[in-house]
């Protein structure tokens, strides 16, 4: 059942949810806690958790003060999309970008493939010790 102040589900135009944009942003590329940047940015915990659950955030001086604090532009996506018409716009890199991704990609996978190879003479060590012990 939604709450009367809930705004989470609301319809908004083009459907933006600016609050939740900052929320995401605030749990997936900070280490701060959102108490934390309530205080930064002079307000209470509930306040600004009010804001996190409106699609609109507050008005536009609120957007620019967490745009600063947070060092990250949230009213240019936001641009974006209604340009679009609603659609969230493609994101589109450079080669440079592109090539920076690729490698941390690879570096990701042969982490991935070490820690594989790890698990399995595990398991193959663990069966050698069942066998002796058994």
Partial sequence: MMQANDTSNVNTPFGLHIGKMIKEHIENNTSYTKTYVA???????????SRLNSPFYGNVFDLMKV???LEEDFISPALAVVRSGGVPPRNLYTD??????QLKLAHAEKKLFEKERELNLTHELLEKYRMVGG
Avoid at 39 to 49: D, I, K, P, V
């Fill in 96 to 101: 440079a970008e592109f090539n920076d991704m």
């Fill in 67 to 69: 745009s600063i604090f």
């Fill in 39 to 49: 205080e930064q940015l002079e307000l209470t915990r509930t306040c600004f958790a």
